[in-house]
């Protein structure tokens, strides 16, 4: 199995972000319905690992929690730009979460996460070079777009399974937050 631990995105946000998909040739969209923030991506695990991992997870005590997104850029730059993604609004409520669920995928068994949490939502992934040109007028163009408030009141973990058109991402567990503090 395939693991993710993520936030799903509200089908109205998926929609209007959907609306930032095009004028880059050679960009491979993320559908709507795929479209999540991820909190931590697990990899290949077996049946038993999952099941140890969602034990985990089931015991993170958080709050719900506001989230807006703003803002296009890219990792990687110019003839090496392997995404498109749209960010976040720094967030101390997402921060914390996103590390009690880092911890728990610890003590479920899996090796820490050596990357810096990044948080964003992955619009376009290219398999080549993409036209910097084009590339640079898109995020010069999307620069301002915001979205949001909607709140966060679970999490989720989901298995990705790799296709020929793309990945199929499937919901497994919710993970319920608590009311968020007012």
Not at 31 to 43: A, D, S
Not at 58 to 69: C, Q
Not at 85 to 112: D, I, N
């Amino acid at each position: 199995m395939r693991l993710f631990v993520g936030l799903g995105l509200p089908e109205g946000l998926a929609a209007r972000l959907a609306t930032l998909e095009a004028g880059l040739p050679g960009a491979q969209w993320v559908l709507p319905e795929n479209m999540h923030l991820t909190l931590r991506f697990i990899g290949e695990v077996t049946e038993n690992d999952a099941a140890d991992i969602d034990e985990m997870l089931a015991g993170i005590s958080a709050p719900g929690f506001d989230l807006h997104l703003q803002g296009v850029g890219t990792f990687g730059e110019g003839h090496k730009t392997r995404a498109v993604w749209v960010g976040l609004v720094p967030s101390a409520p997402l921060a914390h979460l996103q590390t009690k669920v880092e911890s728990a995928c610890v003590r479920g068994g899996q090796p820490p996460e050596g990357r810096k949490f990044s948080p964003h939502v992955t619009l376009a992934r290219f398999n080549h070079a993409a036209d910097a040109n084009r590339l640079q007028r898109f995020i010069e163009g999307s620069a301002m777009f915001s979205a949001g408030p909607w709140t966060v009141d679970h999490f989720t973990l989901f298995e990705s399974r790799l296709g020929k058109s793309g990945a199929v991402y499937t919901p497994l567990a919710d993970y319920e937050l608590s009311p968020p503090v007012l």
